[in-house]
């Protein structure tokens, strides 16, 4: 995760100018609740963040505000390095993931800390983390899908067993064909095979590749924060 090819970091410095346009549309009253004047490392965080979001696989929206500012504001990055000289990398992508949020919501005078639940959101992001790293997927090739039989102990288990159902539901939500299904160590991850997501692209996408599919964390992972969302 600390460990980026080259190929992404200059692919990562060349959006950062750009996802700073689409910050900077977001902190006017945008979708994250943002208000008043954006500190300039809330920006930098955010930025960074944003980038993520875009490398994880975020579509129409955020894509077009990428292409779109690209030209205005492709030399941003430059300058902010050469004026500031700071650092933007929070060091471990879940710590920098609770920092977005926890911005997020000191920036929003209407955020409700009564309802703020910031530890959910962690025990979430070590699902992600077990789920990303210490699960395993053995895939099955079906005739007309594939099969993965995702298993784990403990901590692992756990989380597979909360994250893989609910990412079927979000799947399905965007017209997957998938199913779920419990297993004593795990569980039986079945994605069926349809002209939008063909046999031979599913099984190049893999175990991850699937359960990466959609925009849904970003926006949940606030949610989780602000006690509007169950953990999954
Ligand atoms: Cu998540």
């Given at each position: 995760?600390?460990?980026?090819?080259?190929?992404?970091?200059?692919?990562?410095?060349?959006?950062?100018?750009?996802?700073?346009?689409?910050?900077?549309?977001?902190?006017?009253?945008?979708?994250?609740?943002?208000?008043?004047?954006?500190?300039?490392?809330?920006?930098?965080?955010?930025?960074?963040?944003?980038m993520m979001q875009?490398?994880?696989?975020?579509?129409?929206?955020?894509?077009?505000?990428?292409?779109?500012?690209?030209?205005?504001?492709?030399?941003?990055?430059?300058?902010?390095?050469?004026?500031?000289?700071?650092?933007?990398?929070?060091?471990?992508?879940?710590?920098?993931?609770?920092?977005?949020?926890?911005?997020?919501?000191?920036?929003?005078?209407?955020?409700?800390?009564?309802?703020?639940?910031?530890?959910?959101?962690?025990?979430?992001?070590?699902?992600?983390?077990?789920?990303?790293?210490?699960?395993?997927?053995?895939?099955?090739?079906?005739?007309?899908?594939?099969?993965?039989?995702?298993?784990?102990?403990?901590?692992?288990?756990?989380?597979?067993?909360?994250?893989?159902?609910?990412?079927?539901?979000?799947?399905?939500?965007?017209?997957?064909?998938?199913?779920?299904?419990?297993?004593?160590?795990?569980?039986?991850?079945?994605?069926?095979?349809?002209?939008?997501?063909?046999?031979?692209?599913?099984?190049?996408?893999?175990?991850?590749?699937?359960?990466?599919?959609?925009?849904?964390?970003?926006?949940?992972?606030?949610m989780m924060a602000?006690?509007?969302?169950?953990?999954?």
């Amino acid at each position: 995760m600390s460990k980026f090819p080259c190929k992404t970091t200059l692919a990562v410095s060349a959006l950062l100018g750009a996802t700073a346009y689409a910050v900077a549309q977001m902190s006017t009253g945008g979708p994250m609740g943002m208000h008043g004047p954006v500190q300039q490392g809330d920006m930098m965080s955010q930025m960074h963040s944003q980038m993520m979001q875009h490398q994880g696989g975020m579509h129409g929206g955020m894509n077009d505000n990428m292409n779109g500012g690209m030209g205005m504001h492709g030399s941003m990055h430059g300058q902010q390095f050469a004026v500031t000289g700071a650092p933007i990398s929070p060091g471990q992508d879940a710590f920098g993931t609770i920092q977005e949020i926890v911005q997020i919501l000191q920036s929003d005078p209407k955020t409700d800390w009564s309802k703020v639940n910031i530890d959910a959101l962690r025990q979430h992001l070590i699902d992600m983390n077990e789920v990303t790293i210490h699960a395993a997927a053995t895939p099955r090739l079906l005739d007309n899908g594939i099969e993965f039989t995702v298993t784990g102990e403990g901590r692992t288990l756990e989380a597979v067993k909360r994250m893989v159902p609910a990412h079927v539901n979000e799947l399905r939500e965007t017209g997957w064909r998938a199913t779920s299904d419990d297993l004593p160590n795990g569980v039986k991850l079945t994605v069926l095979a349809s002209e939008a997501q063909p046999l031979i692209k599913l099984k190049a996408l893999g175990f991850m590749g699937i359960m990466v599919q959609g925009g849904h964390h970003q926006p949940h992972h606030l949610m989780m924060a602000t006690g509007q969302f169950p953990m999954h």
